[in-house]
Protein backbone atom coordinates (compact mmCIF):
# COMPACT_ATOMS: atom_id res chain seq x y z
CA UNK A 1 0.00 0.00 0.00
CA UNK A 2 1.77 2.94 -1.38
CA UNK A 3 1.28 5.62 1.60
CA UNK A 4 2.43 2.85 4.03
CA UNK A 5 -0.15 4.17 6.95
CA UNK A 6 0.36 2.06 9.92
CA UNK A 7 -3.50 0.55 9.39
CA UNK A 8 -6.23 1.50 7.14
CA UNK A 9 -9.72 2.30 8.30
CA UNK A 10 -12.78 2.52 6.26
CA UNK A 11 -15.77 4.22 7.66
CA UNK A 12 -19.83 3.26 8.14
CA UNK A 13 -20.52 5.77 10.19
CA UNK A 14 -20.81 9.62 9.31
CA UNK A 15 -18.48 9.56 6.47
CA UNK A 16 -21.43 7.85 5.43
CA UNK A 17 -24.93 9.42 4.13
CA UNK A 18 -27.93 7.54 5.64
CA UNK A 19 -29.19 6.42 1.93
CA UNK A 20 -25.61 5.14 1.17
CA UNK A 21 -25.28 2.91 4.55
CA UNK A 22 -26.31 -0.50 2.61
CA UNK A 23 -24.56 0.44 -0.35
CA UNK A 24 -20.60 1.29 2.01
CA UNK A 25 -21.37 -1.63 3.57
CA UNK A 26 -21.13 -4.34 0.74
CA UNK A 27 -18.58 -2.26 -0.38
CA UNK A 28 -16.22 -2.38 2.91
CA UNK A 29 -17.33 -6.23 3.12
CA UNK A 30 -15.46 -6.85 -0.24
CA UNK A 31 -12.88 -4.51 0.18
CA UNK A 32 -11.64 -6.49 3.18
CA UNK A 33 -11.25 -9.56 1.54
CA UNK A 34 -9.46 -8.18 -1.53
CA UNK A 35 -5.55 -9.05 -1.46
CA UNK A 36 -4.37 -5.39 -1.48
CA UNK A 37 -5.34 -4.92 1.91
CA UNK A 38 -4.17 -8.73 3.27
CA UNK A 39 -1.13 -7.45 4.75
CA UNK A 40 -2.45 -4.30 6.82
CA UNK A 41 -4.48 -3.80 9.67
CA UNK A 42 -8.15 -3.47 9.16
CA UNK A 43 -9.96 -1.26 10.86
CA UNK A 44 -13.94 -0.55 10.33
CA UNK A 45 -16.19 1.85 11.98
CA UNK A 46 -18.91 0.76 11.84
CA UNK A 47 -22.21 2.73 12.99
CA UNK A 48 -23.35 2.51 16.77
CA UNK A 49 -25.05 -0.59 17.96
CA UNK A 50 -28.01 1.49 19.00
CA UNK A 51 -28.90 2.54 15.11
CA UNK A 52 -30.37 -0.03 12.44
CA UNK A 53 -27.28 0.16 11.12
CA UNK A 54 -24.92 -1.07 13.80
CA UNK A 55 -25.86 -4.51 13.79
CA UNK A 56 -25.75 -5.13 9.91
CA UNK A 57 -22.07 -3.74 10.01
CA UNK A 58 -20.87 -5.58 12.59
CA UNK A 59 -22.16 -9.11 10.72
CA UNK A 60 -20.55 -8.23 7.53
CA UNK A 61 -17.43 -6.89 8.64
CA UNK A 62 -16.66 -9.80 11.16
CA UNK A 63 -17.08 -12.16 8.25
CA UNK A 64 -15.33 -10.61 6.15
CA UNK A 65 -11.86 -10.58 8.23
CA UNK A 66 -11.85 -7.23 9.98
CA UNK A 67 -8.84 -7.14 12.43
CA UNK A 68 -10.16 -3.83 14.66
CA UNK A 69 -13.72 -2.59 14.84
CA UNK A 70 -13.94 1.07 15.79
CA UNK A 71 -16.92 1.78 18.15
CA UNK A 72 -17.96 4.94 17.84
CA UNK A 73 -19.55 7.24 20.13
CA UNK A 74 -19.00 4.88 23.11
CA UNK A 75 -19.83 6.46 26.12
CA UNK A 76 -19.92 3.24 28.55
CA UNK A 77 -18.53 -0.42 29.70
CA UNK A 78 -21.63 -1.36 28.47
CA UNK A 79 -21.25 -0.43 25.20
CA UNK A 80 -18.33 -2.33 25.17
CA UNK A 81 -20.03 -5.00 26.67
CA UNK A 82 -22.98 -5.35 24.38
CA UNK A 83 -20.49 -5.42 21.48
CA UNK A 84 -18.47 -8.26 23.26
CA UNK A 85 -21.63 -10.69 23.25
CA UNK A 86 -22.23 -10.10 19.88
CA UNK A 87 -18.93 -10.51 18.37
CA UNK A 88 -18.56 -13.83 20.76
CA UNK A 89 -21.61 -15.37 18.53
CA UNK A 90 -20.78 -13.93 15.27
CA UNK A 91 -16.92 -15.42 15.43
CA UNK A 92 -18.61 -18.84 16.75
CA UNK A 93 -20.94 -18.51 13.76
CA UNK A 94 -18.64 -17.82 11.66
CA UNK A 95 -15.74 -20.17 12.56
CA UNK A 96 -13.30 -17.19 13.54
CA UNK A 97 -11.10 -17.73 16.30
CA UNK A 98 -13.01 -16.18 19.46
CA UNK A 99 -11.26 -13.18 20.98
CA UNK A 100 -9.76 -12.57 17.88
CA UNK A 101 -11.71 -9.58 16.23
CA UNK A 102 -10.17 -6.13 18.35
CA UNK A 103 -11.75 -2.88 19.37
CA UNK A 104 -10.90 0.03 19.32
CA UNK A 105 -13.17 2.65 21.22
CA UNK A 106 -13.82 6.22 20.37
CA UNK A 107 -15.24 8.86 23.21
CA UNK A 108 -17.37 11.62 21.98
CA UNK A 109 -18.96 12.93 24.82
CA UNK A 110 -18.39 14.42 28.56
CA UNK A 111 -19.88 10.84 29.65
CA UNK A 112 -17.20 8.72 27.58
CA UNK A 113 -14.63 10.88 28.98
CA UNK A 114 -15.82 10.53 32.39
CA UNK A 115 -16.29 7.08 32.02
CA UNK A 116 -13.06 6.83 29.97
CA UNK A 117 -11.28 4.30 32.39
CA UNK A 118 -14.03 2.00 32.83
CA UNK A 119 -14.35 1.95 29.39
CA UNK A 120 -10.88 1.26 29.03
CA UNK A 121 -10.32 -1.36 31.03
CA UNK A 122 -13.51 -3.05 29.74
CA UNK A 123 -12.37 -5.94 27.45
CA UNK A 124 -9.00 -7.80 26.72
CA UNK A 125 -10.36 -6.82 23.14
CA UNK A 126 -9.20 -3.54 23.61
CA UNK A 127 -6.24 -2.18 21.58
CA UNK A 128 -6.88 1.24 22.63
CA UNK A 129 -9.13 4.34 23.15
CA UNK A 130 -9.61 7.48 21.04
CA UNK A 131 -10.74 10.41 21.08
CA UNK A 132 -12.98 11.60 18.66
CA UNK A 133 -12.84 15.94 18.50
CA UNK A 134 -16.05 16.96 16.68
CA UNK A 135 -18.73 15.50 18.64
CA UNK A 136 -17.49 15.89 22.06
CA UNK A 137 -16.98 19.58 21.42
CA UNK A 138 -20.86 19.64 20.32
CA UNK A 139 -21.46 17.95 23.45
CA UNK A 140 -19.58 20.48 25.46
CA UNK A 141 -21.05 23.31 23.84
CA UNK A 142 -18.02 24.36 22.23
CA UNK A 143 -16.01 24.27 19.04
CA UNK A 144 -12.90 23.37 17.88
CA UNK A 145 -9.78 25.61 18.10
CA UNK A 146 -6.46 25.68 19.99
CA UNK A 147 -6.77 22.52 22.03
CA UNK A 148 -7.79 24.67 25.26
CA UNK A 149 -11.13 22.74 25.17
CA UNK A 150 -9.53 19.21 24.13
CA UNK A 151 -7.13 19.83 27.59
CA UNK A 152 -9.11 17.88 29.73
CA UNK A 153 -10.39 15.30 27.63
CA UNK A 154 -7.06 14.54 26.14
CA UNK A 155 -5.70 13.78 30.01
CA UNK A 156 -8.35 11.66 30.93
CA UNK A 157 -7.94 9.67 27.94
CA UNK A 158 -4.78 9.01 28.46
CA UNK A 159 -4.29 8.12 31.64
CA UNK A 160 -7.35 5.95 31.03
CA UNK A 161 -5.29 4.13 28.27
CA UNK A 162 -2.19 4.11 30.44
CA UNK A 163 -3.81 2.50 33.39
CA UNK A 164 -5.25 -0.38 31.32
CA UNK A 165 -2.30 -1.08 29.70
CA UNK A 166 -3.60 -0.17 26.05
CA UNK A 167 -3.38 2.68 23.36
CA UNK A 168 -4.45 6.34 23.09
CA UNK A 169 -5.35 8.15 19.96
CA UNK A 170 -5.92 11.85 19.33
CA UNK A 171 -8.19 13.10 17.75
CA UNK A 172 -8.44 13.78 14.21
CA UNK A 173 -7.43 17.26 12.23
CA UNK A 174 -9.67 18.33 9.34
CA UNK A 175 -8.21 20.79 7.28
CA UNK A 176 -6.34 18.96 5.88
CA UNK A 177 -4.41 22.07 3.58
CA UNK A 178 -3.42 23.37 6.89
CA UNK A 179 0.52 21.48 7.10
CA UNK A 180 1.78 23.87 9.77
CA UNK A 181 -2.05 23.68 12.17
CA UNK A 182 -1.80 19.83 11.85
CA UNK A 183 1.98 19.78 12.57
CA UNK A 184 1.68 22.05 15.62
CA UNK A 185 -1.21 19.44 17.37
CA UNK A 186 1.26 16.65 16.44
CA UNK A 187 3.97 18.31 18.46
CA UNK A 188 1.51 18.62 21.15
CA UNK A 189 -0.32 15.13 21.67
CA UNK A 190 3.43 13.69 20.89
CA UNK A 191 4.94 15.43 24.03
CA UNK A 192 1.37 14.36 25.73
CA UNK A 193 2.11 10.94 25.48
CA UNK A 194 -0.19 9.33 22.88
CA UNK A 195 0.61 6.93 20.53
CA UNK A 196 -0.97 8.69 17.36
CA UNK A 197 -3.57 10.13 16.06
CA UNK A 198 -6.64 9.49 13.77
CA UNK A 199 -5.99 11.01 10.40
CA UNK A 200 -8.61 11.49 7.41
CA UNK A 201 -6.01 12.34 4.55
CA UNK A 202 -2.53 10.37 3.19
CA UNK A 203 -1.03 13.64 3.08
CA UNK A 204 -1.17 13.52 6.93
CA UNK A 205 0.62 9.90 6.67
CA UNK A 206 4.42 10.86 6.10
CA UNK A 207 3.87 13.96 8.41
CA UNK A 208 2.94 12.16 11.17
CA UNK A 209 5.61 9.28 10.98
CA UNK A 210 8.49 12.03 10.45
CA UNK A 211 6.98 14.11 13.65
CA UNK A 212 6.92 10.62 15.59
CA UNK A 213 10.35 9.38 14.65
CA UNK A 214 13.33 10.06 17.24
CA UNK A 215 15.93 12.94 15.74
CA UNK A 216 19.55 11.65 14.80
CA UNK A 217 20.17 14.07 17.88
CA UNK A 218 18.01 12.26 20.24
CA UNK A 219 19.42 8.79 18.90
CA UNK A 220 22.63 9.48 19.48
CA UNK A 221 22.12 10.90 22.85
CA UNK A 222 20.00 7.61 23.42
CA UNK A 223 22.91 5.99 22.59
CA UNK A 224 25.07 7.46 24.86
CA UNK A 225 22.57 6.82 28.17
CA UNK A 226 22.78 3.60 27.13
CA UNK A 227 26.71 3.33 26.78
CA UNK A 228 26.97 5.01 29.88
CA UNK A 229 24.91 2.85 31.77
CA UNK A 230 26.36 0.07 30.67
CA UNK A 231 29.64 1.26 31.85
CA UNK A 232 28.14 1.81 34.73
CA UNK A 233 27.19 -1.37 35.55
CA UNK A 234 30.30 -2.57 34.48
CA UNK A 235 31.81 -0.67 37.74
CA UNK A 236 28.90 -1.81 40.20
CA UNK A 237 27.04 1.51 39.93
CA UNK A 238 23.17 1.75 39.86
CA UNK A 239 23.51 5.47 38.76
CA UNK A 240 25.85 7.42 37.29
CA UNK A 241 26.77 11.01 35.39
CA UNK A 242 26.60 11.75 31.75
CA UNK A 243 27.24 15.69 31.06
CA UNK A 244 26.28 16.55 34.65
CA UNK A 245 22.99 14.58 34.45
CA UNK A 246 21.86 11.82 35.92
CA UNK A 247 21.36 8.38 34.62
CA UNK A 248 19.28 5.65 36.27
CA UNK A 249 16.39 3.13 35.55
CA UNK A 250 13.93 5.15 34.17
CA UNK A 251 16.25 7.50 32.14
CA UNK A 252 17.63 4.40 30.62
CA UNK A 253 13.93 2.65 29.71
CA UNK A 254 13.72 5.80 28.10
CA UNK A 255 16.77 6.00 25.97
CA UNK A 256 16.11 2.34 24.99
CA UNK A 257 12.29 3.42 24.19
CA UNK A 258 13.99 6.27 22.14
CA UNK A 259 16.24 3.53 19.95
CA UNK A 260 12.92 1.09 19.41
CA UNK A 261 10.88 3.67 18.15
CA UNK A 262 14.29 4.94 15.85
CA UNK A 263 13.99 1.40 14.59
CA UNK A 264 10.53 1.51 13.85
CA UNK A 265 10.49 4.37 11.75
CA UNK A 266 13.58 3.74 9.95
CA UNK A 267 15.68 6.21 11.47
CA UNK A 268 19.50 5.57 11.10
CA UNK A 269 21.30 4.11 14.28
C1 LIG B 1 -15.07 13.75 12.04
C2 LIG B 1 -15.02 12.41 11.44
O1 LIG B 1 -15.91 11.66 11.59
S1 LIG B 1 -13.58 11.95 10.63
C3 LIG B 1 -13.79 10.33 9.99
C4 LIG B 1 -14.61 10.22 8.75
N1 LIG B 1 -14.14 11.04 7.66
C5 LIG B 1 -13.22 10.59 6.78
O2 LIG B 1 -12.76 9.48 6.84
C6 LIG B 1 -12.80 11.57 5.71
C7 LIG B 1 -11.78 10.97 4.77
N2 LIG B 1 -11.08 11.99 4.02
C8 LIG B 1 -11.62 12.66 2.98
O3 LIG B 1 -12.76 12.42 2.60
C9 LIG B 1 -10.77 13.70 2.25
O4 LIG B 1 -9.40 13.48 2.49
C10 LIG B 1 -11.10 15.16 2.65
C11 LIG B 1 -12.57 15.46 2.39
C12 LIG B 1 -10.76 15.42 4.11
C13 LIG B 1 -10.21 16.07 1.79
O5 LIG B 1 -10.52 15.84 0.43
P1 LIG B 1 -9.60 16.41 -0.75
O6 LIG B 1 -9.23 17.83 -0.47
O7 LIG B 1 -10.32 16.11 -2.02
O8 LIG B 1 -8.30 15.48 -0.64
P2 LIG B 1 -7.02 15.44 -1.58
O9 LIG B 1 -7.09 16.53 -2.61
O10 LIG B 1 -5.83 15.42 -0.70
O11 LIG B 1 -7.09 14.03 -2.30
C14 LIG B 1 -5.96 13.56 -3.01
C15 LIG B 1 -6.12 12.09 -3.31
O12 LIG B 1 -6.13 11.33 -2.09
C16 LIG B 1 -7.33 10.56 -2.01
N3 LIG B 1 -7.78 10.53 -0.62
C17 LIG B 1 -8.20 11.58 0.11
N4 LIG B 1 -8.53 11.18 1.35
C18 LIG B 1 -8.32 9.85 1.40
C19 LIG B 1 -8.47 8.88 2.42
N5 LIG B 1 -8.94 9.22 3.64
N6 LIG B 1 -8.14 7.62 2.15
C20 LIG B 1 -7.67 7.26 0.94
N7 LIG B 1 -7.51 8.14 -0.08
C21 LIG B 1 -7.83 9.42 0.15
C22 LIG B 1 -8.31 11.30 -2.91
O13 LIG B 1 -9.32 10.41 -3.37
C23 LIG B 1 -7.41 11.77 -4.03
O14 LIG B 1 -7.14 10.68 -4.89
P3 LIG B 1 -7.04 10.89 -6.49
O15 LIG B 1 -5.90 11.83 -6.67
O16 LIG B 1 -6.80 9.50 -6.99
O17 LIG B 1 -8.35 11.47 -6.88
O1 LIG C 1 -13.83 9.41 15.34
C1 LIG C 1 -13.18 10.32 14.83
O2 LIG C 1 -11.97 10.22 14.61
C2 LIG C 1 -13.80 11.59 14.40
C3 LIG C 1 -15.16 11.82 14.94
O3 LIG C 1 -16.06 11.03 14.81
C4 LIG C 1 -15.42 13.06 15.68
O4 LIG C 1 -14.50 13.86 15.83
O5 LIG C 1 -16.55 13.22 16.15
MG1 LIG D 1 -17.89 11.53 15.67
Same mark, same amino acid.
Given at each position: ???? $?D?I?F??E??V????????????F????H????????????N?L??P #??? $????A?V?????V????????????????????????A??R??G??????A????????N?????????????????A??????????R??????F????????A???????? #?D??????????? #???E???????? #????S?V????????HN???P????????????E?????E????????????M???P?????????E????SGV??
Amino acid at each position: FIYK $PDSIMFDLEDAVALREKDSARLLVFHALQHPMYRDIEKVVRINPLNTP #FGL $PDLEAVVRAGVDVIRLPKTDSPEDIAELETHLERIEKACGREPGSTRIMAAIESAIGVINAVAIARSSPRLIGIALAAFDYVMDMQTERGDGTELFYARCAVLHAARAAGIDA #FDVVWSDVNDEAG #FLREVGLIRKMG #FNGKSLVNPRQIDLLHNAYAPTQQEVDHAKRVIEAAEEGERNGLGVVSLNGKMVDAPIIDHAQRVLERAAASGVRQ
